[in-house]
């Protein structure tokens, strides 16, 4: 039987890492078009840390509980629910609620577990592939032959981003802070990875490029890089903005994307609608399970934390020092079959 009551992790407030630990509360009930999970993991993101500071409300409707990404078993059917199946193991794009034994998603952000993935690194995949794809992709329109240029390639979307352009075939550079995930990156397919913090990656850009520049780059630094950005791209160059770690007010001048012929992108995630998540879910099972499933990508994975730990692995991706994506465990295995075939709305 699902329980009545799950644990969950809240936020106490507004404030640094010790502000989460662990409450009991009601188990969600989905909706029309949503399903229960009952979680195995979830992952953790920069937006996480971003709401528990109180820098970042959730949207309109979303649950208050941390948590975007989860990989668990269908525990219950909603109203009007096709294509999923009860105990069925997938991976869920959420809006909020992963911190927590149990979850609501919209059905059409499930996605069916990659077969040979376990379900402890499949949590490492929602956030990021969902990122990563839709601009990439779809914004940046990314083909085989072309440079991209990935910031922040030893992150999670970074990890992710570097593997989905090389098996599109793209020539890929990238920046990171050591030299430790300079070379994790190379790893991982990029062609080279520029320590910023000890070079100027938009001169060595040059260099590698010999003057011509990159077709796309992906950036979630802001601030000053912006200029920088701009200075790598080639004619026709897309930029694809995706965060902002440093400033989001810089004066630029503007002249070089008339004379370069540049694109300028800026997109979020989580505030898009559960129809346009739902096209991206699509467009990943079609043509990028394949290569999950192929080996060609897979998550990276640093550290696994139980949920009771949460405050840790906040602490320890506020410190920058991890390679990939941070996990939180909250069940080791899916318990027994559960009884209910559909719930109301």
Not at 94 to 108: D, Q
Request: glycine fraction near 12%; proline fraction near 7%; charge should be positive.
């Amino acid at each position: 039987m699902i329980p009545g009551e799950m644990t969950y992790v809240e936020a106490k407030g507004a404030g640094g890492p010790e502000v989460l630990a662990l409450a009991k509360g009601p188990v969600p009930r989905p909706g029309a078009g949503e399903v229960l999970i009952e979680v195995a993991a979830a992952g953790v993101n920069r937006p996480d840390l971003a709401q528990r500071s109180g820098r970042y409300a959730p949207p309109p409707g979303a649950s208050p509980i941390l948590g975007l990404e989860v990989s668990g078993r269908v525990a219950a059917l909603g109203e009007r629910v096709r294509g999923l199946k009860l105990n069925a193991e997938v991976i869920a794009l959420l809006s909020g609620g992963g911190y927590a034994e149990f979850c609501v998603a919209p059905a059409p952000q499930c996605l069916p577990l990659p077969r040979g993935l376990p379900l402890m690194e499949a949590a490492a995949l929602p956030e990021a592939l969902f990122t990563a794809w839709t601009n990439l992709c779809e914004r940046g329109r990314l083909k085989g032959g072309e440079k991209a240029l990935i910031h922040g390639g030893s992150s999670g979307i970074g990890t992710m981003a570097i593997q989905l352009a090389r098996a599109l075939g793209a020539r890929v550079f990238t920046t990171a802070g050591s030299d430790e995930k300079c070379e994790a990156c190379k790893n991982l397919g990029a062609e080279a990875a520029i320590n910023y913090k000890t070079s100027d990656f938009a001169e060595t850009l040059r260099e590698l490029t010999q003057g011509k520049g990159v077709d796309v780059i992906l950036d979630m630094v802001g601030g000053d890089y912006l200029r920088k950005n701009v200075d790598s791209l080639a004619t026709d160059g897309r930029l694809l903005q995706i965060a902002f770690q440093r400033d989001s007010e810089v004066l630029f001048n503007f002249l070089p994307l008339l004379t370069k012929r540049l694109t300028l992108s800026g997109s979020t995630l989580r505030s898009r609608s559960v129809a346009e998540k739902g096209e991206i879910a699509r467009a990943l099972k079609h043509k990028v399970w394949p290569l999950i499933e192929a080996g060609r990508i897979k998550p990276v994975v640093y550290k696994v934390f139980p949920l009771s730990e949460a405050a840790a692995a906040h602490r320890l991706m506020e410190a920058g020092e991890h390679i990939g994506k941070i996990v939180l465990s909250v069940k080791s295995a899916p318990a027994a079959p559960l009884p209910e075939e559909r719930l109301g709305a």
